[in-house]
């Protein structure tokens, strides 16, 4: 199946699902990645060839395919919905996408939620263009640092209905990727701190009876 993972910044995908992208590599699947801010000028102590460290944590996870938007970091609110919709669907029209996973809508970080409608919105691509297959799947993943920081206690906060054991070996694949990013990781106790990491994939490996896990929010499944 041709998985497209959609998110805001460069190590948003490793993050929320680096061990599952590479566990799906594995498994014989194609993944791609698209990107909508490709830098991040607004954050700190990040690489300045945050692009080259991306390229590696995709080597490292085994990505086949990378998509780069150029769009504003921490100001995708300013830019029209439609450009957004219409840069995922260019995506999903060219990789022949069956599965979206992306961030969940309630995010506390203002780019993941942009991301999340638009890629909501993109997703009925084929209702609106001929020869679009309908989707079979479409998920949200768990983003530390961000996903948990949902604090507007009136919209659905991420619920975990899906797990992906990854093991041991998934689990160092992960934090290698992240090691690619410089400037990522933190000292614990921040929610992107090995610890941490290693922390919340025993906790979900926990819930789903499996030896490390990470967790989606299914939103359909079509077979």
Known sequence: MNYLF?????????????????KLVTEGHKVAVATLANHAAARANLSATLQSDQEEAFHIMGVHKAYAGDFPNIKMNTVPHLELVQFIETCIEDWSAECICTHHPSDTN?????????????????????????????????????????????????????????GKIGLEVKLHALA????????????????????????????????????????????
């Not at 959609?6 to 590479?22: C, M, R, Y």
Request: with cysteine; glycine share 6%.
């Open 180 to 223: 690619a990013y410089t400037g990522v990781m933190r000292p614990y106790p921040h929610p992107r701190s090995v610890e941490a990491i290693k922390g919340l994939a025993a906790y979900r490996g926990v819930q789903a009876g499996c030896n490390y896990a990470e967790s989606f929010e299914s939103v359909f499944y079509r077979t």
């Open 6 to 22: 959609v998110v805001a910044h460069p190590d948003d995908e490793a993050l929320g699902a680096g061990a599952t992208i590479h």
């Open 110 to 166: 203002n780019d993941h939620v942009m991301t999340s409608y638009a890629a909501q919105a993109a997703s009925r691509l084929f209702q609106r263009k001929e020869g679009i297959p309908k989707l079979k799947q479409f998920i949200y993943m768990e983003v530390p640092s961000s996903t948990e920081w949902s604090f507007d206690s009136s919209s659905n906060q991420f619920k975990p209905s899906m797990f992906v054991e990854i």
